[in-house]
């Protein structure tokens, strides 16, 4: 769960960067099927949103330059 890490970095700067959100803070769902939903959604639930290829680009420069895990 190193991503987890790097979600935590990047977020303290989200604004900055770019960042919209993530994609486990804009959907939701009953508790009942938390566990599908996680199962079905794997890593992509911890996508982050941006506003365009141009900012994602500059994001994942910025991970990579910091050294954060992927």
């Known amino acids: 769960m190193h ?14 960067l770019g960042v919209v959100g993530f ?9 009942q ?4 939903v996680l199962a079905a959604c ?5 996508a982050a949103i941006v506003p365009d290829f141009e900012t994602l680009v500059s994001l994942a420069q910025v991970a990579r330059n910091k050294n954060y895990p992927n």
Do not use: C, F, M, P
């Not at 994609?23 to 508790?31: G, P, Q």
């Not at 099927?33 to 599908?36: K, L, Q, T, V």
């Open 23 to 31: 994609v486990y803070e804009i959907l939701s769902w009953n508790k």
């Open 33 to 36: 099927y938390e566990r599908a």
């Open 3 to 16: 991503e987890d890490y790097t979600i935590a970095q990047l977020k303290g700067d989200a604004k900055k």
């Open 42 to 46: 794997a890593d992509w639930i911890k």
